[in-house]
């Protein structure tokens, strides 16, 4: 049989177990400690017999291993709940910086600027920089790497470019 009570703080209609009247529990809707009433509540019954309001005593109901189980309703609501984890609000200094804008990052390996035998990595460097242009620019960094060469078996170093930019 269960216990079906409202919570006093918040109205929320509840239904436990009726093992666990004058237990305290925290209230699945507003989280407020609650005293679960002794049967003072509606009580209902499900399909399974009603157990003894009072079970026989036995050594696994008197350890301190016995479970107590206690079976509580989820909330309903009708109309929307609002969100519990709002999207945070972007620092002001980047507010006033960018005016809207969102971060960008390129990066420029030097063994893609390789051209029919000639390294244009500077050109190629100073286009892009000219089309971000000096305003919206936030830092630039070098950058080596290594990668496998399948043409001659090896591993060979290189440089490139990270550039952060606001577009």
Do not use: W
């Not at 009570?5 to 509840?14: G, S, T």
């Not at 305290?24 to 009433?37: H, L, N, S």
């Not at 479970?67 to 709002?86: A, F, N, Q, T």
Request: proline share 7%; charged share 20%.
């Amino acid at each position: 049989m269960d216990i079906v009570f409202n919570c006093p703080n918040c109205e929320q209609e509840l239904a436990v177990d009726q093992t666990g009247a004058g237990s305290q529990i925290d209230c699945p809707a507003c989280g407020e400690t609650i005293t679960i009433p002794a049967g003072s509540g509606k009580v209902t019954t499900g399909s399974l017999p009603a157990a003894p309001l009072t079970p026989a005593p036995s050594s696994i109901n008197t350890s301190a291993a016995a479970k107590v189980e206690l079976h509580l309703k989820v909330p309903v609501h009708d109309k929307p709940v609002e969100s519990l984890i709002g999207k945070a609000k972007p620092p002001l200094e980047v507010v006033q910086k960018g005016a809207g804008k969102r971060l960008r990052i390129r990066t420029i390996r030097r063994a893609a600027c390789i051209e029919n035998g000639h390294d244009t990595f500077d050109e190629k460097v100073s286009t892009f920089l000219q089309e971000v242009g000096e305003s919206n620019l936030v830092s630039t960094h070098i950058i080596v790497y290594e990668q496998f060469d399948v043409g001659i078996q090896k591993i060979m170093t290189d440089y490139g470019m990270l550039v952060v930019y606001r577009g």
